[in-house]
């Protein structure tokens, strides 16, 4: 068991460059979540999918967007890319969206905007 | 809405010291608690958690008891070891809606030798 999978571990873009951070897990789980972290600033979720075949906005989803491809992949986009959006960005999934699940995260992305 | 409050850090410990990290919560209904650790350059990983009032979660030496007149889930640890330097995570999920998880802002712990 792989867990949860996140490439590439580090991106160094241009602002305006696009790209797309890819995240699977091989647990079977159904929920799939997009976090980004930046200090001091704790977790901030950005799109979230309760369910294959269904995404929605967290609290910081402007210039992101997201696509659940299957049950095991959630990715996500950065089409046009800002100083702004330079973080660590963590993929998790949980079982389901049963508020007892815990969250499974991988490892991030260390991503720089220059 | 759900709110998550953690006591700021960096906390600073010598070996074998009691660690207390608190967390107080703000939640609609029966609310699901969990401690994440975070080590340096990895993701958060699970370190324990309560479903419902007055249960104890522990893992690894850590506890946290489920309190719902106080709405608290302080971490505990009776003697941490260098290697339990690392950032703590206070987490909720709440009986309603989609169930998105809270998070706390985090606590450092250093622990020298």
């Known amino acids: 068991n792989a867990g949860v999978t996140q490439t590439p571990k580090f991106q160094v873009l241009k602002t305006g460059q696009s790209m797309t951070l890819q995240c699977a897990q091989d647990m079977n789980h159904n929920s799939m979540y997009w976090y980004r972290q930046d200090p001091g600033m704790g977790l901030r979720l950005i799109y979230y999918?309760?369910?294959?075949?269904?995404?929605d906005k967290g609290e910081v989803p402007n210039g992101y967007n997201v696509s659940r491809l299957n049950k095991r992949e959630f990715s996500l986009r950065l089409e046009s890319a800002a100083p702004s959006q330079t973080s660590v960005y963590f993929c998790a999934s949980r079982r389901t969206a049963d508020p007892y699940n815990e969250q499974f995260f991988g490892p991030g992305t260390r991503l720089t905007v220059l | 809405g759900d709110s998550v409050t953690q006591m700021e850090g960096p906390v600073t410990l010598s070996e074998e010291a009691f660690l207390t990290i608190n967390c107080t919560y703000t939640?609609?209904?029966?609310?699901?608690l969990f401690w994440y650790v975070q080590y340096p350059g990895e993701g958060l990983q699970l370190l324990l958690k309560a479903t419902k009032a007055d249960d104890k979660g522990s893992n690894k030496g850590f506890e946290a008891t489920y309190r719902k007149e106080t709405t608290s889930f302080h971490l505990e640890k009776g003697s941490v070891q260098v290697s339990d330097s690392a950032v703590y995570f206070c987490?909720?999920?709440?009986?309603?809606?989609?169930?998105?998880?809270?998070f706390g802002r985090g606590t450092s712990l250093i622990v020298h030798p």
């Open positions: 987490a909720l999920s709440a009986s309603g809606g989609s169930y998105i998880p809270t």
């Open positions: 999918s309760a369910s294959e075949g269904t995404t």
């Open positions: 939640a609609t209904g029966y609310p699901s």
